[in-house]
């Protein structure tokens, strides 16, 4: 079960509106597809990430750079493979963009390893669930938004069976956030999370906002004392 080939694309998806947080826009979506054969036909294919700046440079790595170093490689000698793509770490000027190049690579081979054990890549790495809590990313600034929406979106996540959701704050002024968090913050049967909000400023309160059934971030990430999982952007 020796790795035959490797291709990659990019894809970009316009959005019709701005779906951005308080620091950044999200004009598009995008993600690397990336599909692997072996040399007795087996195929894998996945997507990776959300990098809407370097997805072109991502795909020219993994056929330039990762796939000559990985081809003809058992795919069960997943160590193996991730230290050949690995070294090239540390002498690449770009690190993140090439550890994201890995990564679709690595995901890959894991896959492959799936379908030819008949297991699931969640089975191959120990996992025994076969449900988990999930959290929604809500509370997005938008032209006309009023507060009542926000507390039907916040109940519609929990109608979803949603465990929490991250909230996005930090383009305004404290206290008018506050009054954005208020509704999330009231809605029945409240789960723990930090009382403060973060924003690129520095850390702030908003006293008027008791926690509730929301995790409020930005892009300094928060972290959740129900779950005690960190949240990024």
């Known amino acids: 079960m020796r790795i035959h080939s490797i291709e990659a694309i990019a894809v970009d998806i316009p959005l019709s509106r701005n779906f951005g947080g308080s620091t950044y826009a999200v004009l598009k979506r995008s993600t690397v597809i990336t599909r692997m054969r072996t040399e007795g036909g087996l195929v894998s294919e996945v997507y990776n990430g959300d990098n809407r700046e370097h997805g072109p440079a991502i795909v020219r790595l993994i056929h330039e750079e990762l796939a000559p170093r990985v081809r003809g490689l058992n795919i069960l000698e997943t160590e193996r493979i991730w230290e050949r793509l690995f070294t090239l770490s540390h002498t690449s000027r770009d690190r993140k963009t090439l550890m994201e190049a890995i990564a679709c690579v690595d995901c890959a081979v894991w896959d492959l390893v799936g379908k030819a054990s008949g297991k699931s890549v969640c089975a191959l790495l120990g996992g ?56 999330p913050a009231e809605q029945p049967e409240p789960t723990s999370c930090w009382p403060w909000t973060r924003t690129a400023a520095g850390r702030r309160r908003t006293p008027s906002a008791s926690p509730g059934w929301s995790s409020r971030s930005t892009s300094a990430g928060s972290r959740s004392r129900a779950t005690g999982t960190t949240t990024s952007p």
Do not use: N
């Open 128 to 183: 025994h669930r076969e449900r988990l809590p999930i959290i929604s990313i809500g509370g997005y600034y938008m032209d006309g938004k009023t507060l009542a929406d926000i507390g039907r979106e916040m109940e519609a996540y929990r109608a979803a069976g949603m465990a929490g959701c991250k909230f996005k704050v930090g383009g305004l002024a404290p206290e008018e956030d506050a009054r954005r968090v208020r509704p």
